[in-house]
C-alpha cells in the first residue's frame, strides 16, 4: 500500500502568516488523486482539495493545493484564527485508499 | 443538503460483530455517482479506509481488515451499513461514513464512537 508521510508534524505560526504543508507518498499517486482534509476536535474531517489542487464547494481561496507524482503541498496564504487544526492527505489512486498522519497548525 | 448520520452500540465485548448504520437524508442512496464508503479514526489520531459501495455494484475493502467486513447498502431505507465480525481493542474507534462523487470524499458523517471492552 502506498504510505503518505507529511511534514513536519506540528506547525507553530502566528495569525496572518503563510503555512505550508508537505506530504510525500511511498511511490506515484496515480492520475494525482490526492485529497486534504482539515480536522478539529470532536468534528469530522472536512474536504478542503481533491485532485491535488481542486478547491472544494465552499473553501476559501486561501487554501490552495499543488504537486504532483509522490510530492504535495497544502499552503494556506494568510492563517485566520478558525485554521488553526490538523490537516490529513489523502491518496485515492490505489487501493488500499491511504492517509497520512496529519500536520497540527498551532498558535505560536 | 446531503446529511449523514451513524448509529450503533457503542461498547461491545471482544470477539462480538460490529453493526453500524448510516442514515442518509436530502439525497437519495441510490442516485447515480456515488460511492458511500466508511472510514475510522483511532483515538483522534489516524484514519483508516475501511472499504466503499456503491449502489447495484460491488463492495471494495481494506486487505488490512482480512475478510471481516461487509458494507451494503438498504435502499428502502435509504440507509448504508458496516458489518466488521471478531472485534478486538484494535476496533475500537470512530466510525465514519461518507460520500464519494465528483468531489470526492465531500460529505462526512459526524461519527460514532466505538469501544471495544471486556
Known amino acids: 500500500e502506498i504510505v503518505l508521510t507529511q511534514s513536519p508534524g506540528t506547525l507553530s505560526l502566528s495569525p496572518g502568516e503563510r503555512a505550508t504543508l508537505s506530504c510525500r507518498a511511498s511511490q506515484s499517486v496515480s492520475s494525482n488523486f490526492l485529497a486534504w482534509y482539515q480536522q478539529k476536535p470532536g468534528q469530522a474531517p472536512r474536504l478542503l482539495i481533491y485532485d491535488a489542487s481542486n478547491r472544494a464547494s465552499g473553501i476559501p481561496d486561501r487554501f490552495s493545493g499543488s504537486g504532483s507524482g509522490a510530492d504535495f503541498a497544502l499552503t494556506i496564504s494568510r492563517l485566520e484564527p478558525v485554521d488553526f487544526a490538523v490537516y490529513f492527505c489523502?491518496?485515492?489512486?490505489?487501493?488500499?485508499?491511504?492517509f497520512g498522519q496529519g500536520t497540527k497548525v498551532e498558535v505560536k | 443538503q446531503v446529511q449523514l448520520q451513524e448509529s450503533g452500540p457503542g461498547l461491545l465485548r471482544p470477539s462480538q460483530t460490529l453493526s453500524l448504520t448510516c442514515t442518509v437524508s436530502?439525497?437519495?442512496?441510490?442516485?447515480?455517482?456515488?460511492?458511500w464508503t466508511w472510514i475510522r479514526q483511532h483515538s483522534g489520531k489516524g484514519l483508516e479506509w475501511i472499504g466503499n459501495t456503491y449502489y447495484g455494484g460491488s463492495s471494495h475493502y481494506n486487505p488490512s481488515l482480512r475478510g471481516r467486513v461487509t458494507i451494503s447498502i438498504d435502499a428502502s431505507k435509504n440507509q448504508l451499513s458496516l458489518t466488521l465480525s471478531s472485534v478486538t481493542a484494535a476496533d475500537t474507534a470512530v466510525y465514519y461514513c461518507g460520500r464519494v462523487g465528483i468531489q470526492f470524499l465531500d460529505v462526512w458523517g459526524q461519527g460514532t464512537t466505538v469501544t471495544v471492552s471486556s
Open positions: 489523502q491518496q485515492y489512486g490505489t487501493s488500499p485508499w491511504t
Open positions: 436530502g439525497a437519495s442512496i441510490t442516485s447515480g455517482g456515488y460511492y
